[in-house]
């Protein structure tokens, strides 16, 4: 596994403990569809969330959370509409894109930082 592969997966992670210790419910990692991939479906009381993680080494580049794009967020709504169909349970009463942004330097502990409700 790439560097890079690991460090995400590594975040995914933390962003799901991080999120759990927070009182969401963590639904699913990782689910796939044909419109994509959802890092994180999570649950905050009625609200159905599907979470982006961003994870990286250094800011060098830009901060996690300049990753996230119009069409990325365009995205992330697709895949919740394509979650609710999938699990058409009906206890979400609404559907929230949030992001994780996690800078987890070579040496040191990571940051976490969560924006959540972004349009």
Known sequence: MKA???LGRRGEELAAQWLAKSGMRVLAQNWRCPVG??????RDGPEL???EVKTRST??????FEAITGAKLKRLHLL???WLAAHPDGRHQALRVDVVGILW???GEPSVEHLTGVC
């Open 80 to 82: 919740g509409a394509a």
């Open 105 to 107: 330097p070579t040496f």
């Open 37 to 42: 991939e959802i890092d994180i479906v999570a």
């Open 4 to 6: 890079k592969d690991e």
């Open 49 to 51: 969330v599907v979470v």
């Open 59 to 64: 800011d060098a580049f830009g901060h996690p």
